[in-house]
């Protein structure tokens, strides 16, 4: 199946700082998609990227679409304690693949 | 989220006893998906189901099975449960296919097997 990596696996910030994941392929990817899970919550889905190059944003975060399809990002500027939890990628192609997750944790 | 439920959402069992979590849908998705989630694992996929008395295997579905008699339920069944099985379990749920669309999830059931 297509591989999704994801990184930073943990990150700590103060609030107010920025934060940002990352989702690697090796192959090309037909689209991605975003979930955020809070501390003892399930996914929820944030967005779903499917052009070369895009850029979608919501409120303080910033999604992107690698030019070639192999990668993705995920900025959040100026974290905030309600940013906290676990942030997937998704590789919605044919084997359904979850990248391994990002947990952010914000001090206050 | 989107009318999913799943029972039990807790469970402790033992080892060798079969168990089957049930998923229930509201909003008539045609596809459905069993997840389990660990520590340093993320999520991976079980079965799914693309229809009613259609599915097909996922990452991980060695130990487990399916049925989906309706389109409205989704069960998960550990033949006979090991304590490798410990684990939270998400259903999901959504209206298109494999490569599009969002997921919407079930708030999880834990499973523990002693």
């Known amino acids: 199946g297509q591989q999704v990596m994801q990184i930073p696996q943990y990150q700590h910030v103060q609030e107010g700082e920025d934060f940002t994941t990352y989702c690697n392929s090796s192959t090309t990817l037909s689209n991605i998609q975003w979930y955020k899970q809070r501390p003892g919550g399930h996914p929820v889905f944030l967005i779903q990227l499917v052009k070369s190059g895009e850029v979608k944003k919501q409120k303080r975060l910033t999604f992107q679409f690698g030019e070639a399809k192999k990668n993705s990002s995920l900025h959040i500027t100026a974290t905030q304690t309600t940013d906290v939890g676990t942030y997937f990628c998704?590789?919605?192609?044919?084997?359904?693949?979850f990248g391994g997750g990002t947990r952010l944790m914000v001090k206050p | 989220d989107a009318g999913i439920t799943q029972s039990p959402r807790h469970k402790v069992t033992e080892t060798g006893t079969p168990v089957t979590l049930r998923c229930h849908q509201t909003e008539n998705h045609r596809y459905m998906y069993w997840y389990r989630q660990d520590p340093g694992h993320g999520l991976r996929l079980i079965h799914y189901s693309y229809g009613v008395k259609d599915t097909d295997k996922g990452e991980v579905s060695d130990g487990y099975s399916v049925s989906r008699s309706k389109t409205e339920d989704f069960l998960l069944t550990l033949e006979s449960a090991t304590s490798s099985q410990t684990s939270v379990y998400f259903c999901?749920?959504?209206?298109?296919?494999?490569?599009?669309?969002?997921?919407?999830f079930g708030e999880g059931s834990r499973l523990t097997v002693l």
């Open positions: 998704r590789n919605a192609g044919n084997m359904l693949t």
């Open positions: 999901a749920a959504g209206l298109a296919g494999f490569d599009t669309g969002e997921l919407f």
